[in-house]
């Protein structure tokens, strides 16, 4: 693997179609560009990026909910509404939101090698018979407005009369494409709405990760177009970033998703490997040579626990929600690579008790770690996504509203007497079906460290 020329994290030289309008980016507060970087998982949180959902959230059915990741087919009514109140709440803390679908129509719109970078990668990804329906595809993408390549690319597009009734003399090759007219040319992106996967910012570095499942490989294509023609975006500077592009960095059997990755700040990072984040993956992170420390937490492979942010998020600087029933299973390692030439990556195990084992880590034994009141009330709420909770800034936070009252995590969390957080919530029904929550549902543009 080639090594990074840039800079480490601690800041050293190191080796190594009918389109709707969404929202508008910024508000009357933004009076400059947003700076892109981000220095903790707890710091006053600036600004973020997020996708509203669409079409392709109709685009789900019984048969294919399941290859598309997820568990029950969302009403896309309860979808907008959810996701606007969600998007409303924090911008309530200032903190501006960015929409996936305006970003990308802006790098379309003013980069001829954007759009090529955009149909070049999903005729890839369509894995297509032969090169004449891919050539066929390329053509008709190219005949899109900006608009309609990024909607078309985000929703899907089926092997249809309907939708190919613009494709003209190319409307035969594409519809014999495929087997049947229930299938789909470009597979549609429902799963966009957790936009937190794809990418991560840590400081200036931006990650573009490589997926572990075939349903979500266009969503990093979306970022790679977004970050690679940044100059064009009205509202955000992404003044001395470093693209980490991890398809082109490490071998194709590396996976890394960004709910697994979690930046503690200073030169540590946490991360889970488990279902989407595997080994390969986190010794790739560990061998850019960017981070002073890596942290691996061993997850089941089993898709209620998909991600680390599904059974622990970051609350404030010296805490985290921690999912109490998987807390005594979880091996946690230090993960590191001899500087000896050809040297293997090693794992230091340090036992099976997460709390413990954060608590020596990051040496504060005052970590705190918040949990529903019971075992029974804590593996309801996880299956709720509640523990999926987004960090504003210390000892504030924001999830799914509901759980039980007394009992449950929120309850114990805003009441509990050293240290009490201030929880906002916001609705679940049409977004919790794809098994996300507040923080898959986000990517921070912009944090601080403090």
Known sequence: MSQLSTHNINGHHHRHHRHH?????????????QLVCVYSESGKLDAVLMHRPGREIERLTP???????FDNIPNIDETHQSHDAFADALRKENIQVFYVLNLLCEALEHSSQARAMLIDGTVDHSDLSNKEVSDALAQFL???????LAHTVVEGLLCTEEELRNSGSLKSILLNARSSKNDFLIPPLPNLLFTRDS?????KNVFIWHMAKPARRNEPLIM????????????????GIHIVDWETHTDSTATVEGGDVAYIGHGTLLIGNGERTNRAGVEGIERTG???????????????YMHLDTVMSSVGRHSFICHSHLAQQLTVYTVQTPREEDAKTEWLSHGRDLRVALRHLLGDVELKFYDAADEATSIAEQHQCRDNMLCL?????????????????????????Q???????????GLIEGFGGAHCMTNALHRSDT
């Open 63 to 69: 048969e294919n909910k399941d290859i598309l990741l």
């Open 290 to 304: 960017l981070f002073i420390r890596v942290i691996a937490i061993e997850l089941p492979e089993n898709r209620d």
């Open 142 to 148: 190219h005949s899109l407005t900006p608009a309609q």
């Open 224 to 239: 790679r177009v977004i970050f690679t023609f940044h100059t064009f975006h009205e509202h955000l500077s992404f003044r």
């Open 199 to 203: 990418f991560s910012i840590i400081e």
């Open 419 to 429: 240290r009490p957080c201030r929880v906002e919530t916001f609705p679940p029904k």
């Open 21 to 33: 309008h969404h929202r508008p980016q910024a508000h009357h507060h933004t009076l400059h560009k």
């Open 393 to 417: 800034g210390n000892q504030i936070v924001i999830t799914y509203a509901g759980g039980d009252p007394i009992n449950g995590v929120i309850h114990q969390m805003e009441h509990d007497i």
